[in-house]
């Protein structure tokens, strides 16, 4: 039996194989080997115990807002380089490693009683986030938030007007959505980040290769938007958390943003930024056929995932849906 020094150790590890160049990180306190090797400074109790993932563009960041004004529940800090959003899972910064995503996150004061999550909108339609946070968080709960897929893909599409996208600036929403093999390259991959999220039931169904179906729940956003109360009334259930906060003193309906906000002072609210609940001319009829058309053996694969978990009430909008092929 022969030794190295441990760069040389992993250096000739490597090099026999290769594939497990790419890591997967597990929780170090699951398993005594890698516990025995785990700094005495540090701690397992950093970690999430519940996600929101998504998509983006159907109430994420209303429904982060909410959950955070729980005392109980700890949202991640904001992270400056990625729009606020840890974005661990799902892409490059997963090769920072365990101790870069820990450090999004407090030492909770109460770790039985105190929830840790975060909320990173591309996780739910990335190929690999479903592998790697089963890996480190397994019996992490999720909860994704879904609204008609067209709409969510028009409200994106404005989101990229916004941020000055110089695809988005130059073709309007219709040819973007209906873009062909011909199309320049930017317009289809324009297009293809547009109109992929919304295919909901694909997306979902990655995730249900890792998590039982009991560890997640779908949240209409459209309730969201109309009774949040009662919505994170459920999300309070579903995550099992103690005692509950009470919502209907905390939130009211602001007519000037026509949205549900935080109150604050008296009769003072403080609603979402601007980038939230932006105003922009409706979607053009020609646009909203063509994507009814687009989604709709989607959404029928949707209400029979839905059937299938045992999700009710079946969202408003997606009932309308089926009741029009039906
Ligand atoms: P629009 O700006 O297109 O109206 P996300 O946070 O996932 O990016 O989603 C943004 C969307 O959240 C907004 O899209 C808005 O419709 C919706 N939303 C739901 N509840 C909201 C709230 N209380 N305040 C602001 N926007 C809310």
């Known amino acids: 039996l022969q030794s190295l020094p441990p760069m040389q150790f992993a250096n000739k590890y490597f090099e026999m194989f290769p594939e497990d160049e790419d890591p997967i990180w597990q929780n170090p306190c699951d398993d005594e080997r890698h516990l025995a090797i785990w700094s005495k400074n540090k701690t397992c109790n950093r970690l999430p115990r519940f996600l929101v993932i998504g998509p983006q563009k159907t109430g994420t960041t209303a429904l982060y807002t909410f959950l955070a004004m729980h005392p109980a529940i700890l949202s991640n800090y904001q992270s400056k380089t990625t729009f606020?959003?840890?974005?661990?899972?799902?892409?490059?910064?997963?090769?920072?490693?365990?101790?870069?995503?820990?450090?999004f996150f407090p030492l909770p004061p109460n770790t039985t009683s105190n929830f840790l999550f975060e909320k990173s909108a591309n996780?739910?339609?990335?190929?690999?986030?479903?592998?790697?946070?089963?890996?480190?968080?397994?019996?992490?709960?999720?909860?994704?938030?879904?609204?008609?897929?067209?709409?969510?893909?028009?409200?994106?599409?404005?989101?990229?007007?916004?941020?000055g996208d110089q695809t988005a600036m130059t073709y309007t929403f219709y040819e973007v959505v209906t873009a062909g093999q011909?199309?320049?390259?930017?317009?289809?991959?324009?297009?293809?980040?547009?109109?992929?999220p919304g295919l909901y039931s694909t997306h979902l169904e990655r995730w249900l290769e890792f998590y039982k179906p009991k560890q997640l729940m779908i949240l209409d956003g459209e309730a969201l938007k109309g009774d949040p109360v009662s919505l994170?009334?459920?999300?309070?259930?579903?995550?099992?958390?103690?005692p509950r906060f009470?919502?209907?003193?905390?939130?009211?309906y602001n007519p000037k943003k026509g949205f549900y906000c935080q109150l604050v002072q008296g009769d003072r609210t403080k609603c979402l930024g601007r980038s939230k609940g932006r105003v922009y001319p409706p979607m053009e009829l020609k646009a909203e056929k063509f994507l009814k058309l687009f989604y709709r053996r989607h959404l029928v694969a949707l209400s029979k995932l839905l059937l299938r978990l045992g999700t009710t009430p079946i969202p408003d909008w997606l009932q309308e849906e089926l009741s029009e092929f039906l």
């Open 182 to 196: 011909d199309a320049p390259r930017n317009l289809q991959e324009l297009r293809e980040r547009c109109l992929k």
């Open 84 to 103: 606020e959003e840890v974005q661990f899972f799902n892409g490059n910064n997963y090769y920072k490693g365990l101790d870069w995503y820990m450090e």
């Open 232 to 242: 994170m009334s459920k999300v309070e259930k579903f995550i099992h958390i103690e």
């Open 123 to 163: 996780y739910f339609d990335s190929e690999l986030a479903p592998m790697r946070a089963y890996a480190l968080l397994p019996q992490a709960k999720l909860i994704c938030i879904i609204i008609h897929p067209a709409k969510r893909a028009y409200s994106w599409y404005q989101h990229m007007r916004a941020h």
């Open 246 to 252: 009470d919502y209907n003193q905390s939130l009211r």
